[in-house]
């Protein structure tokens, strides 16, 4: 399937939208953000996007936006310019990640289980940040592991209702986006969290 240049555009755009507002999702909106063809001819950077329509497959470009979006401390503040200059560094740590996520998780797990802290104290909000949130702050562990923690735990409901501040508010926002693109085996991975925790 050949890719144009304004399919990538749009993709940009609903990648954006996705990581940005709670009401927009990607998958019912097929990827693709709204646009006029025109407004997209008289954008100065167009050229960018025509390059990686010719460079790289659909999947790719998905890959390469949702990469950019994923690493950026404030997605709403990406833009193509960032891609631009760190797109292909970012994508490329994201792939290794991904066909490594197994044992990325497992040695998150062996951080997080050496902090000597008892697994539920791992969540507590009672006294604000969770030693978990922390963690992720530092980047002592991966986001993934984050989110692979809460599809087996399910976690963030409570922080959502206990933690009100704009940190786990944009992190929280970033999650929830993020998790549709991860497809794993739930089973897999709480199996390694009794091993590590047990």
């Given at each position: ?98 066909q490594s996520l197994t044992y990325k998780f497992t040695e998150d797990l062996t951080v ?69 693109f991860l497809s794993i085996s739930t089973i897999k991975y709480r199996k390694l969290i009794?091993?590590s925790f047990l």
């Amino acid at each position: 399937m050949i890719v144009h240049g304004f399919d990538v555009y749009r993709s940009y755009l609903g990648m954006k939208l996705h990581f940005t507002k709670n009401n927009f999702d990607y998958f019912q909106c097929e990827g693709k953000g709204r646009a006029k063809e025109s407004t997209y001819q008289s954008r100065p950077d167009f050229y960018f996007f025509e390059t990686l329509a010719r460079k790289y497959s659909d999947q790719e470009i998905k890959e390469f936006l949702l990469a950019s979006f994923v690493v950026a401390d404030d997605p709403s503040k990406v833009w193509i310019g960032d891609i631009k200059r760190s797109g292909k560094e970012n994508w490329l740590k994201w792939q290794k990640i991904h066909q490594s996520l197994t044992y990325k998780f497992t040695e998150d797990l062996t951080v997080i289980s050496g902090k000597g802290v008892p697994f539920n104290d791992l969540f507590d909000t009672s006294n604000g940040h969770p030693v978990l949130l922390k963690m992720l702050v530092r980047n002592d562990i991966i986001l993934e592991s984050m989110i692979i923690l809460d599809m087996v735990l399910g976690y963030t409901t409570n922080w959502d209702k206990t933690l009100r501040d704009p940190l786990w508010e944009g992190i929280s926002l970033k999650i929830k986006k993020y998790k549709p693109f991860l497809s794993i085996s739930t089973i897999k991975y709480r199996k390694l969290i009794k091993e590590s925790f047990l």
